[in-house]
């Protein structure tokens, strides 16, 4: 049974930073895409960025050059590196495992929630 767990959620000031981690277990971690989607309230989720097992990434426009994913196949984690955080960037954050670079997977975490403040 997939299991995603995340952790690292809070809340901050506005131009902070906050680092998310998501334990996995019960896949063959090195081989599967590793996203981080998010919902604000009141709008769909989205795709925040997402990682191949090779290193490869993805950013949703918004987030370039403020967030970077990356993963260790050997401990079977992702994170997610948040600093010059935005109050628009406040909402709940899902790891998601199996999917592709632009596409989620059917494994999802139960969220954590990212709060920035003005």
């Known amino acids: 049974q997939v299991q995603l767990v995340e952790s690292g959620g809070g809340l901050v000031q506005a131009g902070g930073s906050l680092r998310l981690s998501c334990a996995a277990s019960?896949?063959?971690?090195?081989?599967?895409?590793m996203g981080w989607y998010r919902q604000a309230p009141g709008k769909s989720r989205e795709l925040v960025a997402a990682i191949t097992g090779r290193g490869r990434t993805n950013y949703v426009a918004s987030v370039l050059g403020r967030f970077t994913i990356s993963r260790d196949n050997h401990q079977n984690m992702v994170y997610l590196e948040m600093s010059n955080l935005k109050v628009e960037d406040t909402g709940v954050y899902y790891c998601?495992?199996?999917?592709?670079?632009?596409?989620?997977?059917?494994?999802w975490g139960q969220g954590t929630q990212v709060t920035v403040s003005s």
């Open positions: 019960g896949l063959i971690f090195s081989i599967n895409v």
């Open positions: 998601n495992a199996g999917g592709e670079l632009t596409k989620a997977g059917y494994h």
